[in-house]
């Protein structure tokens, strides 16, 4: 006879199913994966490496709250000492971290990728754009952001694309250079771009100066020199200010300033300090997308946050290379380090918030696909005016002279 | 000759480099690659104490020959495909041939105390300058070591941690016991003679002129050694990094901290100065508060500098009773010289 099932039976296989399921099963997804991030928190370059913490940090909370991948992340600070990278990378390495994010400067994630390379633990790399990082042969590396050459080369076609377009244009430009190994891979890279890409502009001078500079007059007064209707410096931040400053003190009024792919004018203490002044400058950097909904909101969220910080690129790339990771250890389907490496070969991330093609990893371990974006400072917020796609905002093209503000 | 063992750390050193060499055995941890700094530094601190402790020549231009060792050797093995062996020896000899240039400019024209500092701090920085404008070694652009092949550490000079922990355990020990054996030469004699006055060391015969540059070639070679050693340790170096002042400041701290003048000062001082920036770095990072590992990092320096003026290892001799604690070093200075 057919034992019938009884409710009771019913309840007595709930109840244990309950209790199974209530057994934790001990398995990869259970277990967090130790991200090690390697930045600079103090010295030197302490304020871009803060700012990509805090990058990370927001990211790491989002990957919370969307159920992403177990994430614990483990910060080593390199203070700012290229020697630190490798020292860094092998004490997160030996305290169990299975994937390395960092750098933020070259020297630091070279000296960083000759420990990963040896411990075959795989190194994502969220800033860091001289162009030798991907030409060393490394197989541990991956870049999610553009080298200086790829940068220069985007921001040569965002400037001809501007010039193009405009009623008037101008006729001379004069590069001001910070001589350092950003500022020299970035003028040699403008160098061979621009004659190629025939811009219709002669480059009358090149002006370099010292890293260190606590004075750019004479820089300015050559460069005003020239006649130059169109100033393209390659600066850090400081240095950015101060030449504003000269040519509000010399009154020297190009038809435009635009960076060619360089770090700073973009930041709060460039538009805080400069004011009005700071206003008009254009520089082309990656930068996350105004277009994309959800970058918006994670922009927007984040300022609000963080009241004081904006939503810039050391931010934007270390949020996003927590999302590239979270990606890789999620399809890994475990936290061993071939696996991880493994899946970040096979990236292929369509929607994500920095301006861009999908996030594809080539076999040097390189981004090819990092956009770049026109940005003009508007009442102190670096507003997208180029490319169209993105665009949020019309160039104001020739700038304002600076007395008439 | 025991007593003189014992005085100037020999026994401490011996069980010092024998724990050391015992190390990877018996940790997994990231140990290894700060004791790799803490050897390094020693290094560096035993070849600056050769100069400053020994024969009272103030340098603070040293990160010159860890430049030029660096760049010889990557230079040597990245562009020419050479040896890194060779690139050791031929960092070495550039360094010797700088050295003696500038001691022989610096002691013939009778260039003393702080005077004989600018020139070392200035010959750097024309040195750094240089190599920032000079394309052949990358200018500030800097210059890359290629990633390690799978050649034989021993032929590549590249491999693990483990590898540079050896390597620069090694090359302390070698510059410790050349260290020791030119102390207990005549010309260790000599050079503590001049350093305490050498007017009256040279009334006496001693041949100053000769016997400085001598110091100050054999404080270069060591340091460009361990300097090539650093650049394959590191792959990246840009002339800032390398020839710049903060890294001749900074290898100066630990044979100060540790006992100018001493053998095994600059040991002791690299035990304490290095992990000391770890654990600092360590509370800052635990913490969160940015910088709080430099503010940590002086103040304990200062408590160091303040409570054991002679440095660490004096401190630690007298403390043990046993060992009577060496005479500390003493820079000539103008105003000493001129009496």
Known sequence: MAKQISRRTILKAAAASAVVGAVPIRSWAAESAKIGVILPTSGVFAFPGQQSRKGIEYAALVNKERNGPNMEFIFADTESKPENGRVAAEKLIRQGCTALIGAWDTGATISAAQAVETAKVPLLINIGSAPQITEQGFTQIFRNFASVSSMIASAVTRIHELVTTQKVMPKSAVVLYVNDTFGQSALASLDAIWEKAKVPIKIVDKIGYDVRAKDLSVEVAKAKATGAELVLPITRTNDAIMIVREMVKQKYNPMAIIGPGSPGPYERAFTDALGKFGDDYMICVPWWNPRNPRAKVIAERYEKMEKGNRFELNVGFSFEAVEVMADAVKRAKSNDPAAIHAALKTTNIEDHIMYGGPIRFDEKGQNPNIGVALLQNRDGVPTVVGPQQITMAAPAFPMRPFAGR | ?339
């Not at chain 2, 500092?117 to 070591?145: H, K, Q």
């Not at chain 2, 100066?252 to 035990?271: Q, R």
């Open chain 2, 1 to 339: 000759m025991k007593n003189l063992i014992l005085k100037d750390g020999g026994i401490a050193a011996l069980v010092f480099f024998v724990l050391l060499a015992l190390l990877p055995a018996v940790t997994g941890d990231a140990l290894i690659s700060i004791a790799t700094l803490v050897l390094m530094f020693a290094v560096y601190g035993i070849a600056w104490n050769l100069m400053m402790g020994y024969v009272g020549q103030l340098s603070l231009g040293h990160g010159l020959y860890i430049g030029l060792g660096a760049y010889a050797v990557a230079l040597a093995t990245g562009t020419h495909g050479l040896s890194p062996w060779l690139g050791i020896l031929i960092g070495a000899a550039i360094s010797a041939v700088v050295a003696a240039v500038i001691a022989f400019i610096g002691f013939r024209f009778s260039v003393r105390g702080i005077y004989f500092t600018l020139l070392t701090i200035a010959c750097a920085e024309m040195m750094r300058i240089s190599f920032d404008n000079w394309s052949y070694v990358g200018g500030t652009g800097g210059y890359f070591l290629k990633a390690a092949g799978d050649t034989h550490p021993l032929l590549s000079l590249r491999g693990d941690s483990t590898f540079f922990y050896f390597a620069f355990l090694i090359l302390t020990a070698i510059t410790f016991l050349c260290s020791a054996a030119l102390m207990k030469s005549k010309f260790g004699y000599f050079w503590r003679a001049i350093r305490e006055d050498e007017d009256a060391a040279r009334a006496l015969g001693v041949p100053t002129l000769q016997l400085k540059i001598l110091a100050v070639v054999i404080s270069a070679i060591m340091t460009s050694i361990g300097g090539s050693f650093y650049a394959l340790l590191s792959g990246s170096l840009f002339p800032d990094t390398m020839m710049g002042m903060r890294f001749s400041i900074e290898i100066v701290i630990a044979p100060i901290i540790g006992g100018l003048g001493t053998l095994f000062g600059p040991i002791v001082g690299a035990l304490f100065v290095v992990p000391l920036g770890e654990f600092s770095n360590h509370v800052a990072q635990s913490t969160g508060i940015y910088g709080l590992n430099l503010l940590i990092h002086g103040a304990l320096l200062l408590v160091v500098v303040c409570f054991m003026p002679e440095g660490l290892w004096p401190a630690i001799a007298k403390r043990f009773g046993r060992l009577r604690a060496p005479a500390a070093a003493k820079a000539s200075t103008p105003a000493t010289e001129g009496q």
